[in-house]
Structure formats: structure tokens, C-alpha cells
């Protein structure tokens, strides 16, 4: 069964840097993409950037192109999203997805 569990989440100015974890468990093929999404209070939940574990490809929405950086470590079964220059409407509870598997997820709040 597989598994992803995130962690890293917190509170920050406006401006700072956070850094997600997903750590992942329980996958049996050595392909697969795994993708971080966000879902702030009262609107849909919106795709943010994922990856490929087979050849590193990345996909970033618009609103965090060039400010967040998805990165995996394949030995460790682990992606990680880099947020930097982070702004107010990036506060949203972050979720960690492959295929109909969710995380948990983890709070990112940020203050103006």
C-alpha cells in the first residue's frame, strides 16, 4: 500500500522560505510522478508542481513558477517542494499526490 506522508509546513513571513517534505512508502514500480497541490479555505484545491521519477521532469503552475523548486531523492523514496519568496496567497493546507493517493497534508501559512 502506498503511502505519503508530508511534513514541513509552518508559519512565515511574507517574502521567506519553507521547505515540504513528502516521504513516500509502499510503491512497487520504479516509475511514477508524484505532485504537491494546495487547497486554501473556501476554494478548489489546485495543482502546484510535480515530478517524474524517471527521467526529472517538472511541472510548476504559473503562480510559483520561478519561486518553488520540486526536487526528489529517489533513494529515499522523498520529494520536496522549495518555496521561496513566498506571499500571502500561498497560505493553503499542502498536499502530497501519485495517481488517487493523498497525504495527509501540511499547513503553510504566511503572514503579510
Known amino acids: 500500500e502506498v503511502q505519503l506522508v508530508e511534513s514541513g509546513g509552518g508559519l512565515v513571513q511574507a517574502g521567506g522560505s519553507l521547505r515540504l517534505s513528502c516521504a513516500a512508502s509502499?510503491?512497487?514500480?520504479?516509475?511514477?510522478?508524484i505532485g504537491w497541490f494546495r487547497q486554501a479555505p473556501g476554494k478548489a484545491r489546485e495543482a502546484v508542481a510535480c515530478i517524474s521519477s524517471s527521467d526529472g521532469s517538472t511541472y510548476y503552475a504559473d503562480s510559483v513558477a520561478g519561486r518553488f523548486t520540486i526536487s526528489s531523492d529517489n533513494a529515499k523514496n522523498s520529494v520536496f517542494l522549495s518555496m521561496n519568496s513566498l506571499k500571502p496567497e500561498d497560505t493553503a493546507v499542502y498536499y502530497c499526490?501519485?495517481?488517487?493517493?493523498w497525504g495527509r497534508g501540511t499547513q503553510v501559512t504566511v503572514s503579510s
Open positions: 499526490n501519485t495517481g488517487n493517493i
Open positions: 509502499g510503491f512497487t514500480r520504479d516509475d511514477y510522478t
